[in-house]
């Protein structure tokens, strides 16, 4: 693909799809022309009637109040999803990692599901506490024989995983009907509920992480070589790999405390961007945290207006996902460039 077509893609689509997105959603209440139409004349002279006064703080109100915070929750949720995933495939050298391949998702999931069990407060924290002893017991699995190689992490994080998931599963048996109902719609990936306040919650931790993750970007580089390779030029591997990796956990944590499972997005997202400008981190990293956050807001768009009833983005990712690496198996083209 024309290298500036690939550009245009990952950076210039975030402000026209937040535009946009604010505009799209099942309540015919909110038109666009109508609003700015309302806005301008509010603006240049004030002069509005009363029917006119009252439609135009109904529609801010639901511009601000209700798809605001959720498009950029969302935004936040795709950029931090994509960013750990492309952390975890560069790490591992792999490009079948992500955060729900080594357990950190269903950790995290399990961890949440307790907090809402019993009206915990900190959900975040649960969270963050239990992915990263997902984490700490893949890599303890995997390097119990003193060679820790990708397969066996791989392996390792899907046992763990699996465990996990039992767990959550256990949760929702002992929950009462109407904390098992919220559990259940939360694990799918959901982000219908979403308030100022969950988007309060996630954007220091997704900022603050992103943010590092983007200082680091060129080590991952160096890290994707092999650990030698990167001690050869000064770079100390282990101390790299623990702040990325906690990185990868914090972010995948908190988009899994505020929106539930949201599977395989951290999967396939890295792929799409290193097709579009290439494996070199220096550049994917922010290809990933801009078309990763723009592309879950159009699946998220896609998701309140395509039924009348509003479909769980987890279940979009997921057959997306599934349906993206079929066609590069189909194609021959997993691999890792």
């Known amino acids: 693909m024309n290298k500036k077509v690939a550009n245009i893609i990952c950076f210039g689509l975030p402000l026209p799809m937040l535009v946009i997105s604010l505009f799209i959603g099942s309540s015919g209440q909110v ?23 009252a ?7 639901i ?8 498009i950029l929750l969302t935004f936040l949720v795709g950029a931090a999803l994509s960013t750990s995933g492309a952390v975890l495939q560069g790490i591992f050298r792999n490009p079948l990692v992500d955060s729900y391949i080594l357990g950190i998702s269903s950790g995290a999931a399990f961890g949440a599901s307790l907090a809402i069990l019993y009206s915990l407060s900190f959900v975040n924290a649960y969270a963050f506490v239990a992915g990263s002893l997902a984490v700490i017991l893949t890599y303890s699995i995997a390097g119990s024989n003193k060679q820790t190689s990708t397969v066996s992490i791989i392996l390792s994080g899907m046992i763990i995983s699996g465990v996990f998931m039992a767990l959550l599963t256990a949760v929702q048996y002992i929950s009462n009907p109407y904390k098992l109902q919220a559990i ?31 200082l680091y970007r060129w080590r991952i580089n160096l890290l994707a070589l092999g650990d030698e390779a990167a001690k050869s030029v000064g770079v100390n591997p282990t101390f790299d790999k623990l702040i990325l990796i906690t990185c990868a956990t914090l972010m995948t944590t908190t988009t899994v405390a505020v929106a ?75 691999n890792w460039n």
């Open 55 to 61: 439609r135009y703080q109904m529609i801010s109100n």
């Open 184 to 214: 259940v719609q939360w694990a799918m990936g959901n982000l219908h509920a979403t308030s100022w306040v969950e988007l309060k919650q996630a954007f220091l931790p997704i900022i603050i992480t992103i943010t590092i993750v983007y």
């Open 63 to 70: 511009l601000l109040n209700v798809r605001m915070p959720r």
């Open 31 to 53: 038109n666009a022309i109508d609003y700015i139409t309302l806005l301008y004349k509010k603006i240049m002279d004030g002069n509005l009637n009363t029917d006119e006064i």
């Open 260 to 334: 539930g499972i949201i599977s395989f997005y951290g999967l396939f997202l890295p792929h799409i961007v290193r097709m579009l400008l290439g494996s070199d981190n220096s550049k994917s990293i922010p290809g990933n945290i801009f078309l990763g956050g723009s592309f879950l807001l159009l699946i998220d768009n896609l998701s309140r207006a395509l039924f009348v009833f509003e479909v769980p983005i987890g279940i979009f990712t997921t057959i997306l996902g599934g349906a993206f690496f079929v066609f590069l198996m189909r194609k021959n083209k997993l």
